[in-house]
């Protein structure tokens, strides 16, 4: 029977909860009161002792918000007295026995979370029923009775009814069902079947199993992590089955007591699986855990394990992490809970180490090869053995801490692992390296031999990490540690962006991703200085969370490090700049016209020089890459290497390579080429064009306008619409002639948005004879192109009612889902820049605004009425925000100057951009 009273399961002030002898009182006196009609007047008892119970621990848990284990603790407890009350009831007074048989015995046990005693307010509660041979009508009518009272009490039972026969066949055959008896308990009923039961259980279920049960726990955990995303650095983790969560922590306990019989995580520690230390971790991980998701439970009013956006905020307040400077309350929660995941996987390695060692010890003394083992082979000191790495000694850190460094170093060089329990070593001895160690040049020789590793860096930084060395040694990177930014952009905190961004820059210089990125792959060769881009890239972002902006921040701190590890002052000069303005290429290529001239010449005057250019080019691709999946995609590899050849280009020669009417004759001419026998286009119809357009457009495309403006001429068509998926880009071509008039591209692109397609690009064209000719790029909601016959035939249609206004446009936009549904989590206000010297022929717009399917349309409605004519857009997201970009002109064809009338144009484009007319047109 569960004694509450034990110090393991004790909740303060029990009867505050529940009051299980007063409830029972109530019951006996509503039965003598009403008789056999009393049910419903126990039932009303009951809930309301529930709803008291739920009441009273709402309340501990605001006024103590990190108690976990003292708040699931006492969610089990409410649980255990109900159900203590309620099978007196039943057994009492609606189904009576005087003398019961044999087969009249019921034990009634707890499972699960529930038999853990881990429940959140809106766990499920999982009960077993447990009969010694084959259910007597008795006990099926007192298990019904039950239930139904249960049920009716509004509780999310999950249960079971089997003989303990059944469930020892069962639990052989079935892991859930034996991980669940594993942390069985009594709740109420027959001692006597809980006992054989138990005996059972171990004698039969368990003896001899341990290692086949540890294998199908850890295959079961590398299943669920590979469900969850791998990465216990997810920004919207799951708190219960995510990897680092609470499930990994109950894992570890669960193959501790199968094969050690424990019978609380404490133990562990008397087994050797754990020191005290690492047990105070566990507990500590543990009861944040719980509380968080107490908290998740309490504010959605159900049960909910994934830490979503819009809960972290929530969380983090009822939590009280308050603002510091720099990072928000809810930055500092998430990097609080991403520190708590860490020391999971922390412990998870220790626990594991320990448990194969103990079962290697038992497999060599027993055998044909007992007594034997093989010889480790001794490198530098270090042992290896098995693929891993081990310091030789227990004092072997203390001695000389810069080992600290060098064992990741050899790791990496050797091609090894670093062997757990020389990890757990590491993680406590991390603490010795001081300013001596900082500063010694040894140490940041090896340091940097590590970043720069031609094996995996990733992995030796990695650990590294893990083990608490790296923000010991380079405390600026600790200070980032399981830093998140709370944005639907980032995909992983900083330290782990940046350990993978390192991964990925060391993949390409082996050739790794040619496919993807074959021109960083031929240019990380001709660099001057690959540990400096090494650096570099480990110190981009490392100015994040302090308030200011993290790229100058940044700069400062790599001016200081970079001669700590040994750069000399040119190194060190690049990498500061690289860090500064890691962001311009990327904001280069993806929000201004990169076939302006002028885009090309002030983007060159920042890099001044092609080894800065080669070096940018390949930071910016790991930086977007890193980000997380989806991120990096054709098209915006090739902005990317359209804006590096113009640059190089122009880097090598010194000056413009031509002048505008060599560039338009040049384009022409090949062109031509393209066209073969249709090469008259290019001047029949080329004539109508302007030298922009021949500028503006890759040759290839303008060949398919041509013959596309050719054949519209033919069919006499006054709508020509043409899409084709181009693939260079990763995005759909959507090409439209029609007769040019105010609004036209505002309404294609209201057209195209309803067929559910992304424009990422615009360029709008006119002819001397009145024809619009407007060139768009758009992909699907996953960053694809649309390429089935299906979606090509809906953006016609989705263009074609827009144009001919067969479509209401702005109501049937307005209620368009946003492109992520949990975006409203995030408070985005839009802002609208102006710049005029950014082009020479047009005035440069940036708008950045919530991310939303009708967005586009609305600004470019907005620039409409203000009389503003659209030359080319550019549309970047990122998460829940998009930076769409105009090159506009007024009516005359001139900038845009005067500052009233800069002042009137913002004031309409936030007013579109805003949530408050979004809201406005939702409700019309």
């Known amino acids: 029977m569960t004694d509450w009273s034990k110090p393991s399961r004790r909740v303060p002030h029990q009867r505050a909860i529940i009051n299980r002898r007063a409830i029972t009182g109530l019951v006996d006196n509503l039965v003598d009161e009403h008789g056999d009609a009393a049910r419903s007047h126990v039932l009303g008892e009951l809930k309301s002792a529930l709803e008291a119970g739920h009441a009273e621990l709402e309340k501990r848990l605001k006024d103590k918000p990190s108690a976990g284990h003292e708040i699931t603790l006492g969610y089990a407890f409410l649980t255990d007295q109900l159900i203590r009350v309620i099978y007196d009831y039943v057994v009492v007074h609606v189904f009576p026995v005087a003398n019961r048989t044999t087969a009249e015995r019921l034990a009634v046990l707890a499972v699960g979370g529930y038999g853990r005693a881990e429940m959140a307010p809106h766990s499920d509660v999982d009960i077993a029923f447990i009969t010694p041979m084959k259910r007597s009508p008795w006990c099926e009518q007192v298990i019904e009775a039950m239930l139904y009272l249960f049920w009716d009490m509004g509780l999310k039972v999950g249960h079971s009814s089997r003989t303990i026969g059944d469930t020892m066949r069962m639990a052989k055959e079935d892991l859930t069902i034996r991980t669940a008896l594993l942390e069985s308990r009594l709740i109420w009923g027959d001692q006597d079947i809980y006992e054989e039961l138990r005996q059972r259980f171990w004698g039969d279920v368990v003896r001899g199993n341990g290692q086949q049960f540890h294998s199908e726990k850890l295959a079961e955990r590398n299943a669920r992590h590979k469900r969850m995303g791998d990465s216990r650095y997810v920004v919207e983790p799951n708190v219960k089955e995510g990897k680092g969560g609470l499930r990994d922590l109950q894992t570890l306990y669960w193959i501790g007591k199968f094969m050690h019989r424990v019978d609380s995580a404490s133990e562990l520690v008397d087994v050797g699986l754990f020191t005290k230390s690492e047990y105070s971790s566990f507990r500590k991980a543990e009861g944040f855990l719980l509380a968080v998701r107490c908290h998740m439970h ?218 993807d990125h074959p021109r960083a792959t031929e240019q990380i060769h001709k660099i001057s200085s690959r540990r400096a881009l090494y650096v570099a890239v480990l110190l981009h972002d490392i100015g994040k969370g302090r308030g200011g902006d993290h790229s100058v921040i940044g700069a400062d701190i790599a001016h200081k490090l970079c001669p700590r590890f040994g750069l000399d002052q040119k190194e060190t000069d690049l990498v500061s700049w690289l860090i500064l303005q890691h962001l311009l290429m990327s904001s280069t290529a993806q929000k201004r016209d990169i076939t302006d001239p002028k885009t090309i010449e002030d983007f060159v005057a920042e890099v001044k020089s092609v080894e800065r250019l080669r070096n940018l080019s390949i930071l910016t691709c790991v930086d977007i890459r890193a980000v997380g999946p989806g991120t990096w995609n054709s098209w915006k590899g090739q902005l990317l290497g359209e804006l590096y050849d113009a640059a190089q280009e122009r880097l090598r020669l010194g000056h413009k390579r031509s002048g505008r009417e060599h560039r338009v004759a040049a384009r022409k001419a090949a062109v031509c080429e393209i066209l073969g026998e249709k090469a008259y286009l290019t001047q029949e119809v080329g004539e109508l064009l302007a030298d922009a357009y021949w500028i503006a457009e890759p040759e290839d495309i303008i060949a398919k306008n041509l013959i596309q403006y050719e054949e519209a001429r033919r069919l006499e068509e006054q709508l020509s619409i043409h899409c084709e998926v181009y693939e260079e880009r990763g995005a759909t071509l959507v090409s439209v002639i029609a007769g040019d008039h105010p609004g036209l591209f505002y ?126 857009a550019h549309i970047i997201a990122y998460g829940e925000s998009a930076a769409d970009t105009f090159y506009v002109t007024d009516l005359t064809g001139s900038k845009v100057i005067l500052p009233q009338r800069l002042a009137e144009i913002e004031a309409v484009l936030l007013e579109a951009s805003s949530d408050e007319r979004q809201m406005e047109l939702e409700q019309a």
């Open 747 to 872: 309404r294609i692109a209201g057209g195209i948005h309803l067929a559910g397609a992304n424009i990422i690009d615009a360029r709008i064209h006119t002819a001397t004879n009145g024809y619009a000719i407007d060139n768009f790029l758009v992909q699907d909601l996953n960053n694809g192109p649309f390429g089935e016959a299906s979606q090509i035939d809906r953006l016609k249609k989705g263009i074609h009612d827009a144009l001919f206004a067969q479509v209401e446009l702005v109501p049937k936009l307005a209620a368009r889902p946003l492109s992520h549904s949990r975006a409203k989590a995030f408070a985005v206000a839009p802002t609208v820049n102006f710049d005029n010297k950014a082009s020479n022929r047009f005035t440069v717009i940036e708008v950045t605004a919530r991310d939303r399917p009708a967005l586009l349309n609305r600004l470019a409605h907005a620039l409409f009425t203000c009389n503003l004519i659209v030359h080319s």
């Open 298 to 515: 309490s504010i959605t009013g159900r049960a909910e394990d994934r830490l979503t956006f819009d809960l972290q905020r929530q969380v983090a307040e009822a939590m009280n992490f308050a603002e510091r400077t720099g990072k928000s309350s809810v930055e500092r929660f998430m990097q609080y809970y991403f520190i708590q995941a860490k020391r999971v996987g922390h412990l998870t390695g220790v626990f594991l180490s320990q448990l194969d060692a103990k079962h290697a010890k038992k497999r060599v003394s027993k055998g044909f090869f007992a007594g034997w083992s093989s010889k480790p082979r001794m490198h530098k000191g270090y042992s290896v053995e098995a693929g891993k790495i081990k310091a030789p000694s227990d004092r072997w850190f203390i001695d000389d801490p810069v080992r600290l460094i060098e064992i990741f170093k050899i790791a990496e060089e050797q091609g090894v692992e670093i062997h757990p329990e020389t990890m757990r070593q590491a993680n406590r001895d991390a603490k010795l390296i001081d300013k001596g160690v900082k500063s010694d040049k040894r140490a940041n020789a090896l340091f940097l031999d590590v970043l720069c590793g031609r094996k995996d860096p990733e992995s030796a930084l990695r650990w590294m990490n893990e083990a608490g060395v790296f923000g010991r040694f380079v405390p600026d990177f600790g200070r980032v540690n399981a830093q998140m930014q709370f944005d639907m952009y980032h995909h992983y905190t900083v330290d782990e962006h940046t350990i993978r961004a390192i991964g990925l820059l060391s993949q390409i210089e082996r050739g790794l991703l040619k496919a």
